[in-house]
């Protein structure tokens, strides 16, 4: 059960079993008691979210919880969410943030709090300038250096879930999150382990924190990969690893198997389009949608990367229909499409953003 009831009228409550310190919690909404909620410390957030609740408690919000003095706290009003039209937290998420009526494109994301990984270079950095370019509060994450003049960065090694969790720790303080984009990857010339490690287990280890900071209307877009395309053929095992809960579960997992993964970049692309449909069912019922792109071949530095061990034709052999490779900036647009309000009822979706060369395979050509 929530461990407190609070007001969400901003007034001051007390409570002697309340130990978390100032920062953000999970509010549950009580059916029937617009103007109170069950709050939870966030270390207890997830186990919450991952299991069914009894009504009438049901997950409504992340918000910050103040702290005045042992046992007394309130919870900071509501600034960034759109109230219900209730006026209180009764109502299922998918019903207090539902509708792209009236959300304005060029505009979405003014004064949103959003989270880019990958922020440094590529497909990352190009996500990251469009988003400040349209006045959201862009937060960088990478293990080099941000250039490109964002609100916060936060050097992190997606490869150190410790790390991940001392990160989100530093974000929670700031307040919630209203849109992640997982954009940072290892490229497939590096070490498998290190690339399944990045490209699946780190990527869902953060995005698992960050949704516990996330409230109902929220979104989440991650970077896969049309090299991870053909993940039907290995439905049955990719399932059997993403069913291995948490960073230290899925490596031993993959350690144990990794004579078997003769392709760690396309293995590890598989995994995370295979979560993301599958997580996605999970998350909607907090009011927050999941999806993924993949990408054909995009002039990045991770190709330049990838050319230097693979003659340029065997790239190009993948980007057929269109015959051209993408900029980074031409796979911006369905990242914030989906990230945003005007896709309020996209969720479980894997984009293909590859010039249509994912329809050719479907097609058996
Ligand atoms: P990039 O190499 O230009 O950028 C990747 C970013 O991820 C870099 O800033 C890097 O520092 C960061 N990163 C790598 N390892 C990290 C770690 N352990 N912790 C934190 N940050 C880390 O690559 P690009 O092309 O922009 O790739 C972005 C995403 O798109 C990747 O997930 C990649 O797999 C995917 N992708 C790229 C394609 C391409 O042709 N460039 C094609 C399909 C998917």
């Known amino acids: ?211 516990t900071l996330m409230p109902p209307g929220s979104a989440i877009v991650s970077v896969s990969s049309n090299g991870g395309l053909r993940w039907r053929a290995q439905r049955a095992l990719l399932l059997d690893l993403i069913r291995r809960d948490g960073f230290a579960e899925g490596l031993a997992w993959l350690e144990a198997r990794a004579d078997e993964i003769i392709n760690g970049y396309a293995f590890a692309k598989q995994a995370l389009t295979v979560w993301t449909l599958h997580e996605s069912a999970r998350l909607i019922e907090q009011g927050i949608r999941l999806n993924c792109t993949s990408p054909g071949a995009v002039e990045t530095p991770m190709l330049r990367e990838i050319e230097e061990k693979m003659p340029g034709a065997a790239i190009d052999a993948a980007t057929v229909p269109i015959g051209r490779r993408s900029a980074p900036e031409e796979q911006v647009g369905p990242l914030l499409f989906l990230g945003s309000q005007a896709a309020s009822y996209v969720n479980g979706v894997d984009l293909a953003v590859d010039g249509g060369y994912a329809a050719t395979v479907a097609l058996g050509e």
């Open 1 to 211: 059960m929530p461990i407190a009831a609070a007001r969400t009228d901003g007034q001051w409550s007390r409570h002697s079993r309340l130990p978390a310190p100032s920062g953000v919690i999970t509010v549950w909404a009580a059916e029937g008691h617009p103007r109170t909620c069950g709050v939870e410390p966030p270390g207890q957030a997830r186990r919450m979210q991952h299991r069914s609740w009894p009504a009438p408690y049901r997950p409504h919000a992340v918000q910050t919880i103040e702290r005045a003095s042992p046992g007394r706290y309130r919870v900071v009003p509501p600034t960034r969410l759109r109230p219900s039209r209730a006026g209180g937290c009764n109502r299922s998420p998918s019903r207090i943030w539902a509708r792209s009526e009236g959300w304005d494109m060029a505009d979405g994301y003014r004064g949103k709090r959003v989270v880019v990984t990958g922020c440094a270079s590529g497909i990352g950095a190009a996500v990251a300038k469009a988003l400040l370019a349209q006045g959201a509060h862009v937060i960088g994450l990478d293990r080099i250096a941000s250039p490109h003049g964002l609100d916060k960065f936060l050097a992190v090694d997606l490869a150190d879930p410790a790390a991940i969790d001392t990160m989100l720790t530093t974000l929670a303080a700031g307040g919630a999150v209203d849109a992640l984009f997982n954009c940072a990857g290892l490229a497939p010339t590096q070490p498998k382990l290190a690339i399944l490690k990045v490209n699946f287990l780190g990527t869902r280890h953060l995005t698992e924190g960050m949704a």
